[in-house]
């Protein structure tokens, strides 16, 4: 097979993070764009990790002849849970490999955009994020999307996500492709049903937040479910709020709704909004933890569902997580 790949854009070069998609709908259409990428990488050096699913997988590794230099690393360890995980994990990965040498790590992987549209929304979210959040690390991935499984949703939020499309041998520019924050910007904020029935706890002016964080724990103390998941839940509250109290203006507000099966709580302030659409996929000062601007990177990744809503009146954050 030709392993040459004419580009319409520049080769990837330097550290900078490049984004490519890649829509297939049979085995030979993903082994026509993957083989070259990955060939191509191998004689450049790069390291070359396969992160799909075990059927995509398989097409990839036999494609290239059970090449041994190709990883194939479990897509669950990769994509993980929940969408900070995946961007630390990818980071993680980057630097172990670029530690042992390897100029650029070059990934073929597949989102798990799981069954429902709420998962949906998280990973279309993930999509646009890593455009900003991989930026300074040496990975190049070509993101692989089956037409004939996803749903149309899904396609097109790809479409709007990655900067660079890759058709048979060629990498052309997207024409279709939204500036991350703005595309962030635009993503709804789902309806939550809970919160339309009575809260279990609702305080309009938070005074005391050791005292509120009693008041919470002792109403999740009666929520069934796993204990690591309402622990987890309590944690990222009794962050959130205080995040809220540090940097929001007053009064804070808090509602908490509980149900057999969810626990989801509402945090509201009346300070000038947090702006930032990508707040949250990482440290707000990188790997120097003691500068705090920790709390929404941590309610991320304790909670399943993390939505922020800003105005002229302030910020909402509203936290949710399943229990079953």
Not at 92 to 100: G, I, K, M, P, Y
Not at 258 to 270: E, L, N, P, Q
């Amino acid at each position: 097979m030709d392993t040459a790949l004419p580009h319409g854009v520049p080769p990837a070069s330097g550290p900078r993070y490049r984004h490519d998609a890649l829509f297939f709908s049979s085995p030979d259409e993903l082994a026509v764009a993957t083989v070259p990428f990955i060939r191509e990488g191998l004689a450049a050096g790069d390291a070359v990790v396969v992160a799909a699913s075990p059927a995509t997988a398989d097409v990839v590794r036999q494609a290239v002849d059970g090449d041994e230099r190709v990883r194939v690393v479990e897509r669950g360890a990769s994509y993980a849970r929940r969408t900070p995980a995946a961007v630390t994990e990818f980071r993680r990965l980057a630097d172990e490999l670029s530690a042992a040498g390897a100029p650029r790590i070059r990934v073929v992987g597949e989102t798990d955009f799981g069954r429902t549209e709420r998962e949906w929304l998280e990973w279309q979210r993930y999509e646009a994020v890593v455009n900003d959040a991989l930026g300074p690390w040496p990975l190049w991935g070509l993101c692989v999307f089956d037409t004939t499984r996803l749903p149309e949703p899904v396609l097109e939020s790809v479409a709007r996500t990655h900067p660079t499309v890759v058709v048979g041998r060629t990498r052309t520019p997207n024409p279709r492709f939204v500036d991350p924050a703005g595309y962030l910007r635009g993503l709804p904020v789902p309806v939550e049903p809970l919160q339309a029935t009575l809260p279990r706890l609702a305080v309009d002016d938070v005074a005391d937040p050791i005292a509120l964080r009693h008041a919470v724990a002792a109403e999740l103390a009666a929520v069934g479910g796993p204990r690591e998941a309402v622990e987890d839940f309590l944690l990222a509250v009794d962050e959130t709020t205080s995040n809220a109290v540090r940097h929001g203006g007053p009064p804070v507000g808090l509602r908490l709704w509980t149900s057999a099966d969810r626990v989801v709580c509402s945090v509201t302030d009346h300070g000038p909004g947090l702006d930032d659409p990508f707040a949250g996929y990482g440290p707000a000062h990188g790997e120097d933890l003691s500068r705090g601007g920790m709390g929404v990177w941590l309610a991320r990744q304790l909670c399943d569902h993390v939505d922020i809503s800003s105005g002229p009146d302030g910020v909402t954050v509203r936290l949710s997580t399943a229990l079953r």
